[in-house]
């Protein structure tokens, strides 16, 4: 019998790392004691998704380090802690959409252990095994069995009085508020939240989620348990805990069902007591193939065509949370490789990315967007990326990195891809720099999309075949949202990009040069089959993924009343 290959010598043979990654990350493994596989991953030598395939070609299993995972508490419920000691075995998490349980166990190729895992959960519930050491998992079960998880549980425990919510622990999960706030941040990450807001009222603090780009309501609690669930926050997102009286920021960085989620947190005071944000920035979710942002075939063309260009500079447009962030990593993920520089100014780094050399804005140091510029252009940069184009500075200065022969991505605050024109201007950049060093401009939108499930279809009233520009006589349908428990009955379900893309050419660029107005500019853009937000968007309403009401809450459709 061939004796199996070892993971490095895999990797080689792929072509998938170099002699000198290996030597590095044998190196750290001797110094870590980690797993070679897990070793890689954290240098950057492979993607997730290579790490996840390679590891478990080679011993058949996926890792995980418990150290750093909240575990579910549905799943902690499939197992009891009798079960889970016997069988040295931890539930990390429990989708309950695919019925599917991830347990880690310390011999996850044991046939008779998977096998009594399975008539343990019961029948229709598929169990993932991960491994994972068996001190961790025994660690584990003795911090989380015991301890109520359910966020309705824990306020239980606190509602009854009996817990000191200022007095310290041993062990911190004997804490309900450590509890509380673990499980409020995960099921806000499960149930699909951009952000999380706490925010203190007069008698109460109200919790939202914001979903799919709309916040909801998902908790009030007593007044009482602010001042330990900030105390809480703080600590955890590295804040001054005896600062009041000031905005402060930090981060924090949990593993929850099995993937690395940061949150960048935020601290306001207000009337009624400090306001407490974090922003979920999920490295999954927000580094994706371009391919994969369920784009139109012809805007995808157009970003495509625009990112080939080898000099010019690509704005994309939109109001805040309209996925610009997405779009750009979505193309620098494309263009990162290692024969270039990719260089980005950001306000702050919100997701790493490997090879790609990160800088977040400090204006208190005196590193602001222009000045970060100056800089970069001594990195011997191929590529750069700019958070944001604020003033005549920035975007002069990034105009003439463009011109010196430099790929410049960068996002500016306007209503429309041809409103960034007359938006420039405004600023005080000339003609003569913008002339042929644009290469392109996206303006985009996030609308959310109608659940499948529940969603309604209904015949087209007459006013929205007016706003669609619809023959009256025509059978249209259209979808309008209802609401299930899939959807949490708001009736949508995710959320797709719409998107309007002009892409310059000789025509253009003497246009500008010329400073033609706006509608000028329109005509000649509609004349090369340009597609405008409200018209990306209709296609989107015809084939039934979103609805006509829907649209109307991010783009203006008033202008094509009567037309």
């Known amino acids: 019998m061939a004796k199996p290959k070892r993971l490095g010598d895999q990797l080689l043979e792929k072509g998938i790392i170099n002699q000198d990654q290996l030597e590095i990350a044998l190196y750290e493994q001797r110094r870590s004691g980690s797993r070679l596989g897990e070793v890689l991953f954290s240098l950057g ?29 549905q799943a902690l419920k499939l197992l009891d802690e009798r079960f889970a000691r016997a069988n040295t075995v931890l539930p990390i998490d429990f989708d309950e959409e695919a019925k599917r349980v991830r347990v880690a166990a310390t011999n996850p190729d044991n046939i008779m252990l998977i096998d009594r895992l399975r008539r343990q959960v019961g029948t229709g519930i598929s169990v993932v095994p991960l491994l994972a050491n068996e001190r961790d998992i025994s660690d584990a079960i003795d911090q989380y069995y015991g301890y109520e998880l359910s966020i309705d549980g824990i306020l239980r425990e606190l509602e009854s009085g009996t817990v000191d919510l200022n007095a310290g622990a041993l062990d911190e999960y004997a804490q309900p508020m450590v509890r509380l706030v673990d499980s409020l941040l995960t099921d806000a990450v499960k149930r699909g939240a951009s952000d999380i807001h706490f925010e203190p009222e007069e008698f109460f603090v109200r919790i939202r989620y914001r979903i ?7 908790r009030l609690l007593q007044k009482g348990f602010w001042s330990a669930m900030l105390v809480r926050l703080k600590v955890i997102s590295d804040m001054d805990i005896a600062e009041s009286r000031l905005p402060q920021d930090g981060r924090i960085t949990l593993t929850v069902s099995g993937r690395k989620i940061d949150f960048r947190a935020s601290a306001q005071p207000t009337s009624h007591g400090e306001n407490f944000v974090l922003r979920i920035l999920d490295r999954e979710k927000g580094i994706v193939p371009l391919e994969k942002l369920d ?17 010019g500079i690509v704005l994309v447009t939109g109001p805040t949370g309209s996925g610009k962030t997405t779009t750009l990593y979505s193309v620098l993920n494309e263009l ?25 804005i400090n204006e208190g140091a005196g590193m602001d967007f222009a000045a970060g510029i100056r800089s970069l252009m001594r990195q011997d940069p191929d590529i750069i990326l700019l958070g944001e184009i604020r003033d005549q500075e920035t975007a002069e200065m990034a105009l ?13 605050h306007a209503n429309s891809a041809m409103g960034s024109i007359p938006r420039l201007f405004d600023i005080g950049v000339k003609p003569t720099i913008l002339s042929t060093n644009i290469a392109g401009i996206i303006a985009q939108r996030l609308v959310r999309k ?6 309604k ?12 520009h619809v023959d009256a006589d025509s059978e249209l349908q259209l979808y309008e949202p209802e609401g299930c428990e899939r959807c949490t009955f708001s009736g949508y379900k995710g959320r797709l ?18 400073q033609a107005s706006y509608k000028e500019l329109q005509a000649v853009v509609e004349r090369k089959g340009y597609l405008s937000l409200a018209e990306a968007g209709i296609r989107r309403v015809i084939r039934g993924e979103t609805s006509l009401e829907e649209l109307g809450r991010v783009v203006d459709l008033t202008e094509r009343l009567g037309g």
């Open 212 to 218: 799919d780009g709309v916040l909801r309501q998902v």
């Open 336 to 360: 990162n490789k290692v024969d270039v520089n990719i260089m980005t100014l950001e306000d702050p780094v919100e997701y790493p990315m490997t090879m790609i050399r990160q800088t977040s």
């Open 45 to 73: 030598f492979l993607t997730p998704q290579q790490m996840q395939e390679s590891v478990s070609e080679s011993v058949g299993i996926t890792s995980l380090d418990l150290k750093t995972i909240v575990p579910d508490a």
């Open 497 to 514: 990009a719409i998107m309007e893309t002009v892409r310059f050419d000789n025509e253009m660029d003497d246009m500008l040069l010329q």
């Open 457 to 468: 279809p209904h015949p087209a009233e007459a006013f929205e075949r007016q706003l669609l």
């Open 450 to 455: 109608l659940c499948t499930h529940c969603r």
């Open 295 to 311: 784009l139109e075939p012809d805007s995808l063309d157009q970003v495509r065509l625009m990112i080939s260009r080898p000099t």
């Open 400 to 412: 003439r990195a463009a011109m010196t022969g430099h790929k410049v991505f960068a996002t500016l």
